[in-house]
């Protein structure tokens, strides 16, 4: 595996559990980092049983050189085009099976890369011409999240500047997710749920005050948005349990923000599109046994968020109903999920020709 986010870090969030599940008696695993920060995710890493390789201060030929030494039969980028990544490496073929994975939510449109990680809702088979790779097609979500901690302290409402009483909309994703198309849906929720607010991530101050300037061109308090800061992960988690409906956005779901609004008992509510990053919660709603919380248009995503909100005997039974599945759900069963990946990959080299 090679990636610079060996850290706190979604994809190190997502991905410990797996390094730690391992058959080590199956799989030598060898970590490539070339991260510009160490912190407690790096440390769980290097004490995984895996052999870590720290690669920073290596170019990319003494990289390929170092990776080739060490006679790997798969090569798995967890980082695709995203920041500090070392796609060159790859180029060079350190291995014979090149994957995509995990970091970057889509095809890297490259021939040097053999096989992207996927299931069929994230790419249905119709869509599969629009990949450069291969698909691998996982029996459960691709993106697996184990049964994180969740803070047992007291937490209410006021903490968070929200109301006592009014239905809580939220959306943890990042504000740059967020465009009109869902945004005009939002505020008319707002205008149409009296002592309704929208709870919402705060990413930047600019952003902030570019979506309350965008509630107002909309005839909506922007009062009624409530901005919220990053918390450590346990705390987080935990305050989903304040909110009613996650509402997600349409063109780059939740990820790891979905889990999290999911194994914090809070339902989430989906558009699916045609793209990588428009199918992420679809596949783990469906996995969790919540698809009646995907939606297929803009119309009925509003109408079925206006339905959740006005009859309080619905959302009591999605709330229910997650709490039952999540427990028991392949979702958040990383030993499962970690099983099914080595099976994928000895398939792999069994019928690879070298």
Same mark, same amino acid.
């Given at each position: 595996y ?11 969030q997502?991905?410990?559990?797996i390094? %730690? ?6 799989f030598?695993i060898y970590?490539?980092?070339?991260g510009l920060?160490? &912190?407690?995710?790096t440390e769980k890493?290097?004490k995984s049983g ?5 690669i ?26 995203t ?8 180029s060079?073929?350190v291995?014979?099976?090149?994957i995509?994975?995990l ?5 890297v ?15 249905p088979?119709?869509?599969e011409?629009?990949y450069?790779e291969?698909?691998?097609?996982m029996?459960?979500c691709?993106f697996?999240?184990?049964?994180k901690?969740?803070s047992?302290?007291?937490i209410?409402?006021?903490d968070?500047?929200l ?27 707002l205008?149409?749920? =009296?002592g ?8 930047n ?7 309350c ?5 909309r005839k909506?308090?922007?009062?009624r948005l409530?901005?919220t800061?990053k ?8 305050r989903?349990?304040?909110?009613d409906?996650?509402l &997600?956005?349409?063109?780059f ?8 609004a999911?194994?914090?008992?809070l ?9 990588f990053?428009s199918r992420l919660?679809a596949?783990r709603l ?5 698809? =009646?919380?995907i939606?297929y248009?803009?119309?009925?995503y509003e109408e079925?968020?206006l339905?959740?909100?006005q009859n ?10 997650l709490d ?10 990383? =030993? ?5 990946l %080595?099976?994928k ?6 019928s690879h020709?070298?």
């Amino acid at each position: 595996y090679f990636s610079a986010d060996f850290h706190d870090h979604p994809v190190m969030q997502l991905f410990a559990p797996i390094l %730690e599940l391992y058959d080590k008696s199956k799989f030598k695993i060898y970590l490539y980092s070339f991260g510009l920060k160490e &912190d407690e995710y790096t440390e769980k890493a290097k004490k995984s049983g895996c052999i870590f390789r720290n690669i920073t201060k290596l170019n990319d030929i003494e990289a390929v050189e170092l990776a080739r030494s060490d006679k790997l039969d798969i090569a798995v980028d967890l980082m695709g085009y995203t920041k500090y990544n070392r796609m060159p490496i790859f180029s060079y073929r350190v291995a014979p099976i090149q994957i995509n994975y995990l970091g970057y939510p889509g095809s890297v449109g490259s021939d040097t890369i053999d096989y992207i990680i996927a299931d069929n809702i994230i790419i249905p088979r119709e869509n599969e011409k629009y990949y450069s790779e291969k698909i691998i097609r996982m029996p459960n979500c691709p993106f697996n999240d184990n049964k994180k901690e969740i803070s047992k302290e007291s937490i209410f409402r006021k903490d968070f500047n929200l109301p006592d009483n009014g239905f809580i909309f939220t959306c943890f994703n990042n504000n740059y997710k967020i465009t009109t198309k869902e945004f005009n849906i939002w505020m008319n929720l707002l205008l149409q749920i =009296e002592g309704s607010v929208l709870w919402l991530y705060k990413s930047n101050q600019l952003a902030m005050n570019n979506l309350c300037k965008e509630a107002r061109k909309r005839k909506v308090d922007p009062d009624r948005l409530i901005f919220t800061n990053k918390l450590p992960l346990n705390k987080h988690i935990a305050r989903h349990s304040l909110g009613d409906l996650a509402l &997600d956005t349409f063109n780059f779901n939740g990820g790891s923000t979905t889990s999290y609004a999911l194994w914090g008992g809070l339902p989430v509510l989906t558009k699916i599109g045609q793209s990588f990053t428009s199918r992420l919660s679809a596949s783990r709603l469906s996995l969790i046994g919540l698809s =009646e919380l995907i939606t297929y248009s803009e119309s009925e995503y509003e109408e079925k968020a206006l339905h959740i909100a006005q009859n309080p005997d619905e959302l009591l039974r999605l709330k229910s109903k997650l709490d039952r599945s999540k427990e028991t759900s392949p979702l958040f069963n990383s =030993e499962l999920f970690t099983r099914d990946l %080595e099976t994928k990959y000895i398939e792999l080299v069994n019928s690879h020709i070298f």
